[in-house]
């Protein structure tokens, strides 16, 4: 009561209910139209993320007979403790019946299928490599392996089984050959490649010696998820142990698939101790993004693996084998995933070679020079001269339709021919030269020739040599010699300014000179992707540029994209790593005909394309992202949201310093999504809910379903019965098991008090019918009013249960695929022995917890205020070390750490409401 006089008058029901509905107005009116946009963003760039590339353009393999597969034993004791896992040799008609009486004579190679893949993928492959050895004097003899489609990407304890197999099928193969063999090829598709590595590195009794060449095909060097610590220990020892496999000569080969590939992105395919990192779209003669099961079935590409394997043979050995020199493999790979400088086969080239004394000299008589043969052919060879160091430090040439192996040269013109200096012999330089993709299929070899790192003496010439083969088809030879930094087009400085981030306008527009083949433009480091048209309207002949995207951290990271005057443009760009380094840059290396003028437009891409690759490269912050903003929302509610402003500015400081606002706000967005399914759930979906929960215990207890109704609602008042319950279901199954039926059974908890408190609810208004009497007579005692008080209460206990249960849902997370191979190996063994000891501690704990149904902090007495303040400045504290975590070089690897962090938090709280009692 108010004291007389006192000149203050104290508010009613009423004006305290319109002052808060106006705060809530206020909050959620500001707060409400951000999310939503940020929301729809989100939603609009996982949409461009999963939808937006190009179509896929690979060639189907097909199979030249039946494919069958052959069963290879292991030996008893292996066979009885991986009754899973199994192994096969691969064979097509008549050999399948030598396999069957397994007589083996070619070069082993062991296919190793990613997370639940099968071992029938090894068929292309393997029938292509069957068809290329009809041309050659021995072959190679196809393996696989057989996992059950086993959760390896998932599960730590599956990615060790399998490993420590994939070691005992080694050693059984090669005990196949008698000792005629003592090494084996592997060939890795998504976890099969890390398992290929740990096979060598973390099996007992194992040598990396066993193994010659390692090719992994999209295989996630970084992984996306990592829910158990086995798994993140695993890469972990790998890690430590890779200069194991470079001392021991194996050659690691990590090809990914580029833009189509949306579950193994290049950032995570690349290794950084791979010898060769390479995407298909920048192998030679491939150039064509591949999806994360089209890498192993594209013609173009299964060509280029095959044939690399058959280079890295070394013939003089009996039986043929995979060559022991380490320099002889890298020279074969290199060859054929990043030159590919003339036919299908590795050429050797000499390094000096003597020219023809009757070829025909011809001198290129300016810096930008167009030759061709329109004047028919000639019997001849033909040698076209270029007279370097004048005005220049760089060459360019562009040869279309040469078809020499050895078409380059440097030499020194001291002979003179009539009029003319000309060469006796020269230096080769021709493996410096590199094919380009052609719009019309043509054979287009280039090269960019740096005249200072010309360490030969005394050199005055390049020289381009066409044999008389040559010349009966339609040559035409490009030669542009510039200075380097005349053809740097920077853009730097343009890409700050605010409105091309937006993508308001375009970003600049380039006159290319015409006469000029090559250009190279800048791009910011920051950049994410970028919109590139090129034109040229003023030219009369059929126009055809070529712009690649180089990223300078990677060299075999190369996208192309091929402009013709029918398909100009424009066409996006995006870049496929992040630069660590600040001197890491990223350009656009330009080809163009030299007989028309173009017109170059580039603009960075709106919002929605950056989006769309930050949630490739960033989408698995989300997950502890959103554990940190449901700690610290629990946090804030264990002290009636006093002093909760302070704390939330902080977390938005935080969120920018480790660059994660954005992912705060899909968090948040998230969340209340979440919140407003579970709400929908317990009002329509409740009572569907508790008949499963029924019919699953009148099943199990072999009760009718009228006692087992009335069983599950006695056992909400004895929750040390549902407790006993879920540790005896622990002990026999596994804790991940235990921890999603008891987030069920938490769930049935929100239905149930919808349904005791849906009266009192849905009643309370009824009971004030004469609330127009009240308001005109502002009451004072009708804020003490005891329905009031206990639908707040109720609606207290509703958002801490509702938000409990979204903390467990969403930490729960990292059981299901423990729970999935568990059900899996169920026929086997009926506890899951490979469960992480740090889960099954954290899920035990977790389960015990909701279960005991005496977690309470939004409602705390005043008189526990302390403690209560001490607890929430641990639950915030966490929350931001959780958000710390994000910047971590790969956050990835924590998300297996907050199951056990929260558990911790919820053992906390459950202490905590123990002493209120």
């Not at 290329?132 to 489609?149: A, C, L, M, P, Q």
């Not at 006093?642 to 899909?666: H, K, M, R, W």
């Not at 127009?772 to 249960?801: G, P």
Request: with cysteine; aromatic share 12%; charged share 20%.
């Amino acid at each position: 009561m108010n004291p007389e006089g006192s000149g203050v008058r104290e508010l009613s029901w009423f004006d305290k209910l319109q002052t808060l509905s106006l705060k809530w107005v206020i909050f959620y009116g500001s707060l409400a139209p951000f999310l939503w946009m940020m929301s729809h963003l989100f939603v609009f760039g996982l949409s461009r993320y999963i939808n937006d590339y190009e179509k896929n353009t690979c060639e189907m393999t097909y199979m030249f007979e039946y494919p069958q597969y052959v069963r290879v034993s292991l030996k008893d004791d292996i066979e009885a403790e991986y009754p899973r896992f199994g192994l096969y040799a691969y064979g097509e008609g008549f050999l399948t019946e030598r396999l069957r009486r397994m007589h083996f004579t070619g070069i082993p190679v062991l296919f190793i299928p990613g997370n639940a893949g099968s071992h029938e993928q090894v068929r292309s492959i393997a029938s292509v490599s069957f068809r290329k050895s009809r041309e050659t004097s021995f072959h190679f003899d196809f393996f696989t392996v057989s996992f059950s489609k086993d959760l390896s990407a998932l599960y730590g304890g599956v990615l060790m089984e399998q490993t420590v197999y994939v070691s005992h099928c080694i050693k059984a193969i090669l005990a196949l050959y008698r000792g005629k063999m003592d090494k084996v090829v592997l060939i890795g598709h998504s976890m099969g490649g890390m398992i290929a590595k740990g096979a060598l590195l973390l099996a007992p009794n194992m040598d990396p010696s066993f193994a010659s060449i390692i090719i992994n095909l999209a295989t996630p060097h970084t992984p996306s998820l990592v829910l158990d610590s086995t798994f993140a220990n695993y890469y972990y020892e790998l890690e430590r142990h890779m200069h194991k496999i470079k001392d021991a000569g194996v050659k690691v080969v990590s090809i990914g698939g580029g833009p189509r590939d949306i579950l193994v992105p290049a950032m995570q395919a690349y290794d950084r101790v791979a010898d060769i990192n390479v995407l298909s779209t920048s192998v030679p003669a491939v150039w064509r993004s591949t999806d994360h099961l089209s890498i192993l079935w594209c013609k173009q590409l299964v060509l280029v693996i095959v044939r690399s394997l058959f280079d890295s043979v070394d013939y003089s050995s009996k039986p043929p084998k995979i060559t022991s020199s380490p320099d002889l493999k890298m020279k074969s790979l290199s060859y054929h995933f990043l030159q590919h400088t003339s036919g299908k086969k590795l050429h050797h080239y000499e390094e000096k070679v003597q020219f023809e004394a009757d070829g025909e000299w011809m001198s290129v008589p300016k810096q930008q020079y167009v030759w061709d043969n329109k004047k028919g052919t000639k019997k001849s060879f033909v040698y076209l001269a270029v007279e370097l160091f004048q005005e220049s430090d760089f060459l360019t040439i562009d040869a279309i339709n040469v078809q020499n192996k050895d078409w380059l040269f440097v030499c020194s013109a001291l002979k003179k021919q009539g009029q003319k200096k000309i060469c006796e012999w020269g230096w080769n330089l021709t493996n410096k030269t590199r094919l380009l993709p052609d719009p019309l299929h043509r054979t287009r070899r280039t090269v960019d020739l740096d005249l200072k790192e010309i360490k030969y003496p005394h050199v005055t010439h390049a020289i381009v040599k066409l044999t008389p083969d040559d010349l009966e088809k339609q040559l035409t030879i490009n030669f542009d010699s510039y200075l380097y930094n005349d053809r740097i087009v920077p853009t730097r400085n343009k890409f700050l300014q605010p409105k091309y981030f937006l993508g308001l306008r375009r970003l600049n527009v380039f006159q290319l000179v015409k006469g000029s083949v090559r250009y190279y433009i800048t791009l910011p480091y920051f950049l994410d992707a970028v919109t590139i048209e090129l034109k040229s309207p003023n030219c009369n002949k059929h126009i055809h540029g070529i712009v690649e995207l180089l990223e300078s951290s990677n060299v075999g990271f190369i996208q192309s994209r091929i402009f013709t005057d029918k398909d100009g443009g424009p066409k996006t760009m995006k870049m496929q790593t992040v630069c660590e380094r600040s001197d890491d840059t990223t350009s656009l290396r330009v080809t163009l005909d030299p007989e028309c003028i173009y017109m170059i437009s580039m603009q960075p891409d709106g919002i929605i394309d950056k989006i769309s690759c930050r949630i490739r490269d960033r989408w698995p912050l989300l997950y502890m992202v959103i554990i940190s903003v449901l700690l610290h929302l629990v946090s804030i509610r264990l002290q009636h949201f006093s002093d909760a402003l302070p704390s939330i500015v902080v977390t938005i400081i935080l969120s920018f310093v480790f660059n994660v606002a954005y992912e705060v706000c899909i968090a948040l967005c998230i969340i209340i999504i979440s919140a407003i399914g579970v709400c929908f759930s317990v009002i329509f979906l409740g009572s569907f809910a508790h008949g499963i929960a029924v019919r699953f215990l009148a099943r199990a207890i072999t009760l009718p379903v009228t006692w087992s109704d009335w069983l599950l609602s006695g056992l909400d008042q004895l929750p040390t019965i549902i407790i006993a319950f879920t540790v005896f279901l622990i002990s026999t199954t596994c804790a991940a098991l235990g921890m999603l039926i008891s987030v069920f059974l938490y769930f049935l908890k929100l239905t149930r008090m919808y349904e005791d408190y849906l009266e009192d609810m849905l009643l309370a208004p009824l009971r004030q019918f004469d609330w127009f009497k009240r308001l005109k007579r502002m009451r004072r005692e009708e804020e003490n009013d005891e329905s009031s008080v206990s639908q707040r209460k109720i609606s207290r206990e509703i958002s801490d249960c509702l938000v409990l249960f979204l903390l467990y849902s969403f930490v729960a997370i990292p059981a299901i695929p423990s729970v999935l191979v568990w059900a899996k190996n169920f026929r086997y063994d009926r506890r899951l022995s490979t469960e992480d000891l740090v889960l099954f501690i954290s899920w035990s704990i977790l389960a015990s917890c909701s279960l005991l149904d005496i977690v309470q902090y939004s409602f705390v007495p005043r008189i526990k205020g302390y403690r209560s303040l001490i607890l929430s400045n641990i639950l915030r504290f966490t929350s931001w070390v959780i958000l710390s975590m994000t910047a971590a070089p790969r956050p990835s690897f924590y998300q297996w750490c907050m199951p056990p962090i929260t558990a911790a938090a919820m053992a906390l709280l459950t202490l905590n409401s123990f002493s209120l009692f």
